[in-house]
């Protein structure tokens, strides 16, 4: 999709989010990859890393405040356990594929033959920097409200489906739950190797907590090398 359509769908994206921008600037920049900033002769044309950054926080802080709100019977491990899954990087790239984000993401020419307009990573960086521009044009409320709506039907299903079972899919924040059981732990994850070309990247990851190793996993991101060596650790501490 060239520049000028993905602009043209910004009042699609706006209906879609229920909120419609004072500063177009703002959210133009909250669609704008480095890449395409990179490739351009005007230095006012930014990307959206700094929003990102806001975003990160922005959106964190509303969807902790929503599960201690709504999780009343969640210990502090279960909190944390909960708001991971909510927050990671598929859970953001899903309510950003939700919005259609990427078909109105500016992208540079390598990025856009690299087809990284569906990339997880990407939508979620994405989705966080256009949190950071409703905060910075709307302020605080509307970005609550737009969070709010956002995650209510996760964040609700995630709650009910944690008091209920007890337990959680997500290894990393099982490993978490488990280790501070006792009281505060030191987590750590390290990688032991990368290799292969860029387009074909193997990680080796270790864990260990208060300098103790308790496993390791393998995997072709270093997002999935760190759950496959929680998912051993937990293994080896007959947790599952």
């Known amino acids: 999709m060239n520049e000028s359509a993905a602009l043209c769908g910004l009042p699609a994206l706006e209906a879609k989010l229920g909120y419609v921008f004072q500063d177009r600037k703002l959210l133009e920049t909250a ?16 990307s959206f890393e700094r929003l990102e950054f806001l975003g990160d926080a922005v959106t964190g802080l509303e969807v902790a405040l929503m599960i201690f709100e709504r999780g009343q019977q969640l210990s502090e491990g279960h909190m944390t356990a909960v708001r991971a899954a909510l927050v990671r990087t598929e859970g953001l790239a899903k309510i950003a594929r939700g919005l259609g984000l990427g078909q109105y993401l500016r992208l540079g020419i ?7 307009r569906e990339n997880d990573t990407v939508l979620e960086d994405a989705f966080e920097a256009l949190m950071a521009a409703v905060f910075l044009d709307g302020g605080g409320e509307e970005a609550r409200a737009l969070i709010r709506r956002l995650f209510s039907e996760t964040g609700e299903k995630q709650i009910r489906a944690f008091m209920k079972s007890g337990s959680y899919a997500d290894f990393k924040s099982r490993l978490q739950i488990e280790l501070q059981k006792d009281g505060v732990a030191h987590i750590l994850y390290n990688v032991l190797d990368e290799s292969g070309p860029d387009h074909d990247k193997h990680f080796r990851v270790e864990v260990t907590c208060d300098g103790r190793r308790l496993g390791t996993g393998e995997g072709k991101t270093k997002k999935h090398a760190e759950k496959m060596a929680a998912e051993a650790a937990l293994e080896g501490l007959q947790c599952i």
Do not use: F, I, P
């Open 31 to 46: 669609l704008t990859h480095s890449s395409y900033a990179n490739e351009q002769d005007d230095e006012d044309v930014k």
């Open 110 to 116: 390598g990025a856009e033959k690299a087809d990284v």
